[in-house]
């Protein structure tokens, strides 16, 4: 056989698969592509994670959308966190354009047009579905993960969740647990002390600010009710096509914050939600994290273990996690290893570092006899990339350069009046429209708090206006006062949170 043979037989026997499986594209040798060659991926793979990664313009939104588009039509769910705002066109019909289908037929895949359907939602005001979480939900030791607190400051977090607990204390919102630590500091400290033990007020401080800053970045629309049900992103629509939920997040790309707490919540949840899948014929749901370089630029040593540790586990539930950024080096090596496929698009080389950062992304490919990683890095088109995956065994694919098919859905994003319409039919816009502030901690302590003043003052009063005993202190009345009171609230999901089972593994 010649080279072109070989190729051929090649990459079809590598990309060969029993189960069901997407087709991505065409593979290409010598710059041209192949219409004999598909690059399929198995459906029963996808829950090993991924990257989709390459610069600016090459191509990655078309690659998430035609990947998206393929695992809708398969009937899987899909979660895409658009920091930019260009993905949601895959609502409504693509055009039939003569490029497009040129492309097609080069690459021997027919083209047609089609929608798809979508949820829109927001951590933030903007229309659509709002998603909010509690601090009970995440838990003393995720809470303290995401404020990036030291074992002593954790350690008051974890006693300040006991006490809410001890007490019927719901926290909700972020005001719940800045009101708890004020109470803790000033009227309730000797409560604390007798029960807890004593506490720094520098390290509440600490935690305070910590607390006050997230806020800033947003977290004061993201905490509180009502929470949002993870299983609302696993819907099927009517023609068995699974929902393309697309969080929108063009205002908050300046809160890595924010972005990072939501990411782990969600991941967290959905770990201790859904159930051990084993070795299933495709994934529960698939997760897209676009501009990932956000969430690992700004994440503390120990926010990033808690994504590994994540990433290694959430996969035996069927979630597959794909990262999306400009560069691969953008993704911590501990993450980077626990990722399946890969897709490649172009790298710039304008500079040394650069160079040496697609010398550093080549050596992660594997080597193939038919390309030159380093060069073929630099010289592919808009709509190409390089890809490799795991077989349904668990083998590595060859590395092939893809002509990446078009999506079938508009290439665009919507107008704001399609983006209304998509909210006005939507169940779930509804169902988490209101915002729920029911009676929690804040509300709690302070009705406390009036409740001993009043008694306290009422004390004075009775008291004879000359007694040569001495009576209590109003001190004393108060926290007495305090200590009587029997509060009652329902107090929703575990409180020690969401990652309980993953830190007793």
């Known amino acids: 056989m010649n080279k072109k043979e070989n190729f051929i037989a090649d990459i079809n026997t590598g990309y060969s698969s029993k189960g ?54 398969a009937g899987i769910p899909v979660l895409m966190m658009d920091i930019k705002g260009d993905f949601s066109g895959i609502a409504k ?81 972020l005001k719940d647990i800045k009101k708890v630590i004020n109470y803790i500091t000033e009227e309730g400290k000797d409560e604390i002390a007798a029960s807890y033990g004593k506490i720094s007020t520098a390290t509440t401080g600490t935690i305070l600010r910590k607390i006050i800053e997230l806020e800033q970045q947003g977290g004061d629309l993201f905490f509180g009710e009502l929470s949002f ?55 529960e749901l698939v997760i897209f994290i676009d501009e990932a370089h956000l969430i690992f630029n700004e994440a503390s040593k120990a926010l990033l273990e808690q994504i590994e540790t994540i990433v290694k586990l959430i996969r035996s539930k069927g979630v597959g996690l794909y990262f999306v950024t400009q560069n691969p080096m953008d993704v911590p090596s501990g993450v980077l290893a626990q990722l ?26 594997p080597t193939s006899p038919y390309y030159k990683t380093d060069e073929l890095l630099t010289s592919l088109g808009i709509g190409e990339a390089l890809v490799t995956a795991l077989n349904e065994k668990g083998i590595p694919t060859p590395l092939v350069a893809t002509m990446m098919r078009a999506p079938m859905s508009r290439m ?70 305090v200590l009587k009171v029997v509060t009652s609230a329902t107090f929703i999901r575990g409180v020690f949170g969401v990652l309980t089972k993953i830190f007793k593994k």
């Open 20 to 73: 069901d499986s997407i087709i991505l594209g065409g593979a290409i040798l010598d710059g041209e592509p192949i219409a004999e060659a598909h690059v399929k991926i198995p459906l029963k793979t996808l829950n090993r994670h991924g990257l989709i990664a390459g610069a600016t313009g090459t191509g990655k939104t078309k690659t998430i959308q035609v990947f998206s588009e393929q695992l809708s039509n």
């Open 93 to 173: 019909e693509g055009k039939e354009e003569g490029f497009i289908t040129e492309r097609h037929a080069k690459i021997n895949i027919p083209y047609n047009v089609a929608a798809f359907p979508v949820e829109l939602m927001s951590l933030s005001k903007q229309n659509g579905v709002r998603l909010r979480a509690t601090v009970s939900e995440f838990g003393p030791v995720l809470f303290s993960r995401i404020l990036d607190l030291n074992d002593t400051q954790a350690g008051v977090v974890a006693v300040i969740f006991k006490y809410c607990d001890d007490n019927k204390m719901p926290l909700l919102d």
């Open 229 to 283: 049900e993870t299983d609302d992103l696993m819907r099927i629509d009517e023609n068995g096509k699974g929902y393309v939920n697309i969080i929108r997040l063009t205002d908050i790309q300046d809160k890595p914050k924010l972005f990072s707490t939501f990411m782990l919540s969600l991941l967290a949840e959905i770990y201790q939600k859904m159930p051990e899948k084993g070795d299933a014929d495709q994934p």
């Open 340 to 365: 399946g496929l890969k897709i490649q698009h172009a790298l710039r080389a304008f500079t040394a570092n650069d160079r040496q950062a697609i010398k550093k992304t080549a050596d992660n490919y």
């Open 412 to 481: 665009d994003v919507l107008s704001q009046s399609e983006i209304d319409e998509i909210n006005g039919k939507s169940k779930l816009v509804k169902k988490y429209a209101e915002e729920i502030d029911r009676e929690s901690a804040f509300e709690i302590l302070n009705k406390k708090l009036t409740e001993a003043a009043e008694a306290a003052a009422q004390q004075e009063e009775q008291a004879p206006a000359k007694s040569t005993k001495a009576g209590p202190s109003t001190t004393e009345v108060v926290t007495k006062s």
